[in-house]
């Protein structure tokens, strides 16, 4: 992977992170809520020999140093469109995971014309799509609850590696306040005309009755892929990167 760079944009009051990686059309890629750009490196080689990859960190996560300001999925697509708008990119595929994919899902909405194709991966449009144990973990969430390498990861790079367990309460927060301009209702899911790839795990936290009626709602078929939430990509990526790749070198053809 030659070609990379990576630096810092002033963003709507943040010092905001990302990376670029290979050559060709831009696909962006957008990390899960708690981590970190580190959690594409069992994907990124691949993506990057095809594409010009783009990583961005939101507020608070990773490399981007949080501010005064709660979480926001709204918010985050925001910061996102307008990062791209100074790296000079008026037109992307968008792969979002997880909390990625519900901020993949505010651009669609707002910056229609920003996303030529969308991969969506274990992604929400509203909270009801997890099971219930799940968001009443997230409202409850903690730091001793999550797994030592997200706490190692986020240490490793975060300007202030200190404040991992207030990343996690403001997420929480987020969780038991949510702001209906953070997801979106039905009938925007299927006002969404671009071309969407849905993928969850065979072991998700994701319902699986919820993601093929989201399916439906996005003119899409659901793909189902073997893993839990995190390791179809951290640890059997294979999988993922076959359909990726299949979904987004149809726009690199066209």
């Known amino acids: ?9 002033n963003v709507n009051g943040l010092n905001m992170y990302y990376e670029i990686h290979g050559r060709g059309e831009p696909l962006v890629l957008l990390h899960g809520q708690f981590t ?19 990583l961005i960190e939101q ?8 501010i ?25 595929d968008v792969f979002g995971y997880s909390a990625g994919g519900t901020v993949a899902l505010q651009l669609a909405k707002s910056n229609p014309r ?18 219930p144990s799940i968001v009443e973990g997230l409202k409850h969430a903690s730091a001793e609850a999550f797994p030592s390498q997200m706490k190692h990861e986020y240490e490793r790079v975060a300007p202030h ?20 301009q953070d997801f979106l209702e039905p009938e925007q899911l299927q006002s969404i005309t671009v071309p969407v790839l849905l993928v969850i795990g065979d072991n998700d936290i994701i319902r699986p009755d919820y993601a093929r009626e989201m399916a ?27 359909h990726l790749n299949k979904f987004f070198e149809l726009s690199v053809n066209q």
């Open 161 to 180: 590696p200190e404040n991992w367990s207030k990343l996690i309460a403001k997420g929480a927060e987020m969780a038991n306040n949510v702001n209906k």
């Open 114 to 131: 920003l996303i030529r194709k969308l991969a969506l991966a274990s992604t929400v449009y509203s909270m009801d799509g997890y099971y």
């Open 59 to 66: 507020q608070g996560h990773g490399h981007t140093a949080d």
């Open 36 to 54: 970190t750009t580190g959690m594409f490196d069992p994907i990124l080689p691949e993506l990057a020999d095809r594409r010009q990859v783009v």
């Open 216 to 242: 439906k709602l996005l003119h899409t078929k659901l793909v189902v892929v073997t893993g839990d939430h995190a390791s179809y990509i951290s640890t059997q990526p294979q999988s993922l990167l076959g």
């Open 68 to 92: 005064d300001r709660p979480l926001s999925f709204a918010q985050m697509s925001r910061d996102t469109a307008e990062l791209l708008n100074q790296l000079q990119i008026a037109e992307a």
């Open 1 to 9: 992977m030659s070609d990379t760079k990576s630096g810092y944009k």
